[in-house]
């Protein structure tokens, strides 16, 4: 393999993983938005969506049905997480929602260990054709994961732009009382924002269980650091933000990881990079000042 | 996949252990029972592996129940969480001690937590063996603790004999673990190949449940290296087995893994990849003893599964043999402590008969077992009984 090719590889192994870490935060960071709350227990919806897909696959062997399924029940137990855990607790400090939501994080990991067993769970959709392109090899997973990230970003676009719905979330964003005041139903649309952002979680969930042909009750653990990282990094609740930061924090950690012998894990090379935008760039990536 | 039996064993996971309490608290008989401790990670992330070393110590402890106990008396397991960190450890084994007054410790645990928990139950004067922590640390310097499997640098060694000597394996990357166990294993593969004129090409550390291994196997993929030496826990050699296979590294150059690829997420997760992977196993159920495959049998029935994990087989063994301390030197610490020392050509689940050094550690021959996707389990190749490569003493030496 020549040089050439071996970094085109990398990045293409980076895309990968930076679409990934975008699944997450960008649900992370459409839920600040609106609320200003870190919600960590998104990377337990993460989990919940992979769990979620499994068993529909298990049932169904579509994986098309099952993926479709897990976003769709993600996002309705999302929405049922804000109204009966957040709403009631918008009127207190954001502390109070912010440990409400670390305990959901650790219930929701337990609960998957209790119901599904301690073990890993193989998520094998059959997908094992690989392809050689140019000298690049691409697994028939990474053009399922890059396509379907692309996908979502697009809709995610369009949904947010040109439907009324994508309006009143932009708007609630911008300013809650102003939106009410416009007729916007507030509380409908915030509990809209945490069904797209968990069923969009799930898609991410079950990516990575079909990447590493693994589903386990504490998958969401490495997700619920980064994704904050990623959303501080992005800009505080900037979408673009968001996904530029996830692909560019796949694509450092990829090379860090990759060409130094410092062992640091992914985790702390997120929080490093964390700390020194904070230092550089306290407003985030995209954020305003 | 999800199975009736992984929701079960779930379940199970929540009961008993969450909250601290035993199996089988009573004695039938009137006398008070014998108390066992067992500590591993049952929550957190280590879950999988305490849950299987938990199943293996029960299982031992109900057959020896069911044959009427230990002179008559029950044995009672009293089971912690430590939940995979070290300060969890140190604090459930001074709870077993102080207030359920064990007598011993089955540590079902990992390296890192039993190093940490191994000085304090030495310093009680409480005997314990360790079922599968590999790292030397664990015993080392600690006079009551026992061990009932490998030296981590013993497996790597004999690792890098087998890889030169019977695959012709001339130039070597190495995945290492960045913890005791890892680094054990690290040592002993990199001193086998240089003593036996090899070069390691490439080396990469990473942190424990790693899952992302493709930049780093497309470095090795340019390479074109001989053999590919890991040592780390089960999930990640899984994932780095089959990212290999599916980048074309594997099976070009031979994987060689660590005990841990006996782990159940190897056995779930390995799928289409990963024939002809090479571990290095202290306890492999293809042995051809018969009473390997009585005890598989036994398991089979009693688990309904066939699988039976690498802390599961040798966390039973490790139970069994402080069964068997306790009937030799009685039911106190000190006879039991005694007995273990007198351990004498014991003979383990895999049908070889082990000793203990002067130093509480086996002399344990290691099967070299190679993964078969038809028969979705290790097939045995060897087993490793040169005392000159499975002799823990020399590895000492490295660890002040």
């Known amino acids: 393999m020549t040089t050439t090719i071996v970094l085109l590889q990398q990045i293409l192994n980076a895309l990968t993983v930076g679409s990934i870490y975008a699944m997450i935060a960008i649900g992370l960071a459409m839920i600040y938005g609106i609320l200003r709350v870190l919600h960590i227990a998104h990377a337990g919806m993460y989990a919940v969506g992979a769990y979620l897909g499994l068993l529909l696959y298990v049932h169904t062997r579509s994986f098309a049905l099952a993926l479709t399924g897990a976003m769709v029940l993600t996002g309705i137990l999302g929405g049922l997480i804000e109204r009966i855990v957040y709403r009631p607790m918008l009127t207190r400090p954001r502390i109070v929602a912010l440990i409400a939501s670390i305990g959901l994080y650790i219930c929701l990991s337990d609960l998957l260990r209790i119901v599904a067993g301690p073990h890993e769970h193989a998520f094998d959709v059959g997908i094992t054709a690989t392809y050689r392109l140019l000298g690049l090899t691409i697994a028939g997973v990474d053009f399922v994961i890059l396509g379907g990230t692309s996908a979502i970003f697009v809709l995610l676009w369009l949904f947010l732009q040109r439907t009324r719905m994508g309006f009143a979330i932009r708007a609630v964003a911008q300013d809650p009382e102003a939106a009410r005041t416009m007729g916007i139903d507030v509380d409908r649309t915030v509990q809209l924002v945490f069904f797209v952002g968990s069923a969009i979680a799930a898609?991410?969930?079950?990516?990575v269980g079909i990447l590493y042909n693994a589903v386990y009750?504490?998958?969401g653990d490495t997700v619920s650091y980064k994704g904050l990282a990623l959303i501080v990094i992005g800009g505080f609740g900037s979408l673009v933000g968001s996904a530029v930061a996830a692909l560019a924090l796949g694509i450092g950690e990829t090379l860090i990881m990759t060409y130094t012998q410092v062992p640091l894990s992914r985790e702390g090379i997120a929080m490093l990079m964390l700390i020194i935008l904070i230092l550089v760039r306290p407003q985030g990536l995209l954020g305003r000042d | 996949m999800i199975t009736r039996r992984a929701l079960l064993q779930g379940l199970g996971a929540l009961?008993?252990?969450?909250l601290g309490l035993v199996l089988l608290p009573s004695a039938a008989s009137g006398q008070a029972a014998i108390k066992l401790g067992f500590f591993g990670p049952l929550t957190g992330r280590f879950s999988g592996v305490g849950t299987e070393a938990r199943?293996?110590?029960?299982f031992a402890v109900r057959e020896a129940n069911e044959v009427g106990g230990i002179g008559g008396r029950k044995v009672e397991l009293v089971v912690y969480d430590d939940r995979g960190d070290r300060k969890e450890a140190v604090s459930v084994v001074r709870k077993a001690m102080e207030a359920d007054r064990v007598i011993a410790f089955n540590g079902g645990?990992?390296?890192?937590?039993?190093?940490?928990?191994?000085?304090?139950?030495?310093?009680?004067?409480?005997?314990?063996?360790?079922?599968?922590?590999?790292?030397?640390?664990?015993?080392?310097?600690?006079d009551h603790v026992f061990r009932w499997c490998s030296v981590a640098d013993v497996q790597g060694w004999v690792m890098a004999h087998h890889a030169v000597g019977k695959k012709g394996a001339k130039t070597f990357a190495m995945f290492v673990q960045d913890e005791e166990?890892?680094?054990g294993i690290a040592n002993g593969?990199?001193?086998g190949i240089s003593k036996l004129d090899g070069t390691v090409a490439y080396k990469k550390l990473f942190s424990p449940g790693e899952k992302e291994f493709r930049a780093f196997l497309t470095?090795?993929?340019?390479?074109s290296v001989d053999a590919v030496c890991a040592s780390a826990f089960g999930g990640s050699l899984t994932a780095l087995c089959r990212q290999g296979w599916d980048l074309g590294v594997f099976p070009k150059a031979q994987f060689y893994g660590s005990c841990t690829m006996t782990e159940i997420d190897w056995f779930e997760g390995i799928g289409a990849a990963g024939e002809g992977a090479i571990a290095v196993l202290e306890f492999i159920q293809t042995a051809p003893d018969p009473g390997t495959a009585a005890f598989v049998q036994r398991w089979q029935k009693a688990y309904n599964t066939s699988i039976v994990s690498h802390q599961a087989g040798l966390t039973y063994d490790a139970t069994r043999l402080l069964l068997d301390a306790v009937k030799r030197g009685g039911p106190t610490p000190a006879g039991i402590q005694g007995a273990l020392h007198d351990t004498k050509n014991f003979k383990n689940l895999s049908g070889m008969t082990v000793s203990f050094t002067e130093l509480r550690e086996p002399v344990l021959p290691l099967a070299v077992g190679q993964w078969e996707g038809k028969l979705k389990n290790f097939k045995l190749l060897e087993f490793a009984t040169d005392p000159a490569l499975i002799d823990p003493r020399p590895w000492y030496q490295y660890y002040k």
């Open chain 2, 219 to 223: 470095e090795v993929k340019a390479l």
């Open chain 2, 109 to 142: 645990s990992l390296s890192l937590t039993s190093i940490a928990a191994a000085p304090v139950i030495s310093e009680a004067k409480i005997p314990m063996v360790a079922a599968y922590s590999n790292a030397v640390g664990v015993v080392k310097g600690n």
């Open chain 2, 189 to 191: 593969v990199e001193r």
């Open chain 1, 203 to 207: 898609f991410g969930g079950v990516m």
């Open chain 2, 15 to 18: 009961s008993l252990a969450d």
């Open chain 2, 181 to 183: 166990y890892g680094r």
């Open chain 2, 55 to 58: 199943h293996g110590a029960e």
């Open chain 1, 217 to 219: 009750p504490t998958m």
